[in-house]
């Protein structure tokens, strides 16, 4: 799933990354209410997960104004705040689920598939991206081509799912560096490389037409 994350405690937001990146999501992560609005309104996410308290925008009012602007992925709210009242707050505002800080990633792993498999409303962002006969079911975690099954490691879903939500337009190897590896800077390594050559081996060499096109000093492109 591609999870925006909301949180301005460094070490809890490198916590949450580094978990949910593991086990194959794509995060982005900012550290303000106000960053999490812009972005959440500016593309599609599966799921948001966001902080209570925060700079900015606080968690309240971040969910209600996304609400208003008909944001209909499935929210996650985070915070160290227990009682009673402070749940239904949560929920009044339009957070699907609540956790309590501190918590176990197992726990959090946990609603967060719950809350992908949840049904929602046919404005939520789209479970399943296709390109020609390439097809990715986000929730099922299952990529086939011509009804084929294509095994494919949590790294390469996650750049296949990159390139599908962007088909047709050119990314540049520091776009793929920074929305697949987290890497705001080049390691100098042949990673993207790598990864793009084995991708190609799984979704394009078994059949006739290929879909993922490399654009010699600029970058890749998936298209039909």
Known sequence: MKILLAEDDPQTAAYIRDGLNAEGHSVDLVGDGQDALVRATMQPYDLLITDRMMPGLDGLSLVKALRAARF???????????????????????????????????????????????PHVSEAPDTALTVGDLRMDLLARRVTRADQEIELQPREFRLLEHLMRRAGRVQTRTMLLEAVWDFHFDPQTSVVETHISRLRAKIDKPFDKPLLHTLRGSGYVLKS
């Open 72 to 118: 209909r992925a499935p929210v996650l709210m985070l915070t160290a705040l227990d009682g009673v009242s402070d749940r239904v707050d949560g929920l009044q505002a339009g957070a699907d689920d609540y956790l309590v800080k501190p918590f176990a990633f197992a726990e959090l792993s946990a609603r967060v598939a719950a809350l992908a498999r949840r």
